[in-house]
């Protein structure tokens, strides 16, 4: 166990400026992106008449393309002792992209929006992590990570309750998704994503560090033995991981309506800020491993729910508990990537991590794609089985990441 901490509000008090600053960011960046990302599949599908084996590819080049460049700008932060800036660029790049998506009117052009928000997320992606863990003791990681995800997802919350209300307003209780409400919501969300990029300017100092002048182009091997095996298994319930715009998609086509399927993200969102926090801070107190097996294991029970759903209840109920995964693993597995690495390869570090899992996104997305409706003449499996085969991937991750526990003892590495 590690030392005695202070009260739960009092560590939140003593969080850093910096901290703050760049949860607000997060806070703001995710009100605009959820109002979008969230009913764009639905978009896709319902206005665009696009296939999910396409929504599937849109998705996972949208991460890929970021991801190399999640990889190239952390290490470029470590090397220049620049996080702030590089982050600030890639929040700029994809508050640019938000009215591109008001113009699009076929898939080609919705991707290119897509993969230019992305792009900008790739950037700021690894900096902005580095920051928060140069910000912080060790001690306080995991609550920083995890306040840090619960403001981003509370964000995300007020963005689908903009979204949710706008729909209901011009809609009402349709269960399609129609051009003009998308692109109403479009025009909303461009606000908060300037506000976004100003706080992180105004509000965060950079860090005083040294530049690494002398690093090699990348450093993978010098990360460590641990943290490669962290990647590794991490990299395994990844590839299970598909694009959320599957469980969307899997919402609708339960019977969910528009409103319904904005209901059930909320909700979501709300058990995901809830959590995130506490978990983080308890993640301070006992091995992070443990925490993240236990999210991966409520993820493989909620996948197999997903796939064995017979009404759209069903699947919001478990959507809300998918919150539950979300914040006990998202924030906790951040922290563990600065408990394993240098601290003056943390930029290269979070890099890797951040650009492995995106790479993986796009076979991750596509295999779910043609599991559910197939490629060319074959037909697939049908709606649930990219689920069944993420709940086993969620497994056998929760398994391996068991018995590396136990190879390495009940320390903290």
């Known amino acids: 166990m590690k030392n005695h ?38 978009f896709l599908s319902n206005v665009l008449g696009v296939k999910t084996n396409i929504i599937g590819l849109i998705e996972g080049v949208a991460e890929m393309t970021a991801s190399v460049l999640k990889l190239f700008s952390g290490w470029f932060s470590d090397k220049v002792a620049d996080r702030k800036w590089l982050a600030v660029a890639g929040y700029g790049i994809s508050a640019l992209s938000k009215p591109f998506f008001y113009f699009a009117n076929t898939w080609e052009l919705v991707a290119g929006a897509r993969w230019a928000d992305r792009l900008g997320k790739g950037i700021r992606t690894a900096p902005r992590d580095a920051l928060v863990a140069d910000s912080i003791k060790e001690e306080q990681r995991g609550l920083a990570f995890g306040f840090h995800r619960a403001a981003d997802t509370a964000g995300a919350m007020l963005g689908l309750l903009i979204a949710l ?19 109403t919501i479009v025009i909303i969300s461009i606000l908060p994503a300037v506000l976004a990029v100003l706080s992180l300017a105004i509000g965060v100092k950079e860090t005083e560090k040294k530049k690494q002048h002398s690093m090699p182009k990348f450093a993978f091997k010098s990360l ?3 943290f490669i095996t962290f990647m590794i298994i991490v990299s395994i319930f990844d590839l299970g991981n598909s694009s959320d715009a599957f469980l969307v998609l899997r919402a609708q086509e339960r019977g969910l309506n528009i409103l319904g399927i ?7 969102n709300l058990i995901y800020t809830l959590i995130s926090t506490p978990a983080g801070a308890l993640s301070d107190r006992i091995d992070r491993r443990k925490i993240i097996v236990a999210g991966w294991l409520i993820y493989a029970v909620i996948y197999l729910g997903f796939a064995l759903a017979r009404s759209g209840v069903e699947v919001w109920l ?45 076979p991750a997305s596509v295999i779910a ?22 709940a086993g991937m969620a ?15 009940k320390t903290t590495v």
């Open 395 to 409: 497994l056998l991750a929760a398994i391996l990441m068991v018995f590396w526990q136990r190879s390495l003892g």
């Open 318 to 362: 478990l959507y809300a508990v998918y919150g539950v995964y979300y914040g006990l693993a998202y924030g906790t597995s951040k922290a563990m990537v600065a408990d394993l690495v240098p601290e003056a390869l943390r930029g290269t570090a979070y890099g890797t991590y951040n650009g492995i899992l995106g790479i993986l996104d796009l």
């Open 369 to 390: 794609g043609i599991l559910w409706q197939g490629l060319g003449t074959w037909q697939g499996f049908g709606a649930a089985a990219p689920f069944y085969f993420g």
């Open 165 to 183: 209300v706008v729909t209901w307003l011009a809609q009402k209780s349709s269960s399609l998704l129609s051009a003009s409400t998308f692109r």
């Open 262 to 268: 904005l209901g059930m993200l909320f909700t979501f």
């Open 5 to 42: 901490k202070p009260g739960f509000m009092q560590q939140l008090r003593s969080l850093p400026r910096n901290v703050w600053a760049v949860s607000l960011t997060s806070f703001f960046m995710d009100i605009s992106s959820e109002m979008v990302i969230n009913i764009l599949p639905l």
């Open 224 to 226: 460590g033995k641990p």
